[in-house]
């Protein structure tokens, strides 16, 4: 398994934008899918974004798409999710994944993910 920090989150005003980053080490980043998930408060974790080992296939919830965008840079070992037009609802703590056995159409479905982060805070104010 890679082990996965998230760093980036923060307090921003609506219509706002941040940047979140992910370092990944322990294997080899370009053999796993990578992707985020959120959760507020009291409410159930929620698929946000994921791409492909390669780069090259990104997939959106629907409720972000046109806003975020994630993208990879394997000599890096770090994927990024760029979050523009930021909304109060998407207030939430952030969570980097990765898994090596899935392809970019089963990274929505949380369980049994191979790798989790801890998560960072993002917190968008009206």
């Known amino acids: 398994q890679v082990q996965l920090v998230e760093s980036g989150g923060g307090l921003v005003q609506a219509g706002g934008s941040l940047r979140l980053s992910c370092a990944a080490s322990g294997r080899t980043f370009s053999g796993y899918a990578m992707g985020w998930f959120r959760q507020a408060p009291g409410k159930e974790r929620e698929f946000v974004a994921a791409?492909?080992?390669?780069?090259?296939?990104?997939n959106y919830a629907d409720s972000v798409k046109g806003r975020f965008i994630i993208s990879r840079d394997n000599a890096k070992n770090t994927v990024y999710l760029q979050m523009n037009s930021l909304k109060p609802e998407d207030t939430a703590v952030y969570y980097c994944?990765?898994?090596?056995?899935?392809?970019?159409?089963?990274?929505?479905?949380?369980?049994?993910?191979?790798?989790w982060g801890k998560g960072t805070l993002v917190t968008v104010s009206s």
């Open positions: 791409i492909s080992m390669s780069g090259l296939t990104p």
């Open positions: 994944v990765a898994d090596s056995r899935r392809d970019i159409t089963t990274m929505s479905t949380p369980g049994g993910m191979e790798s």
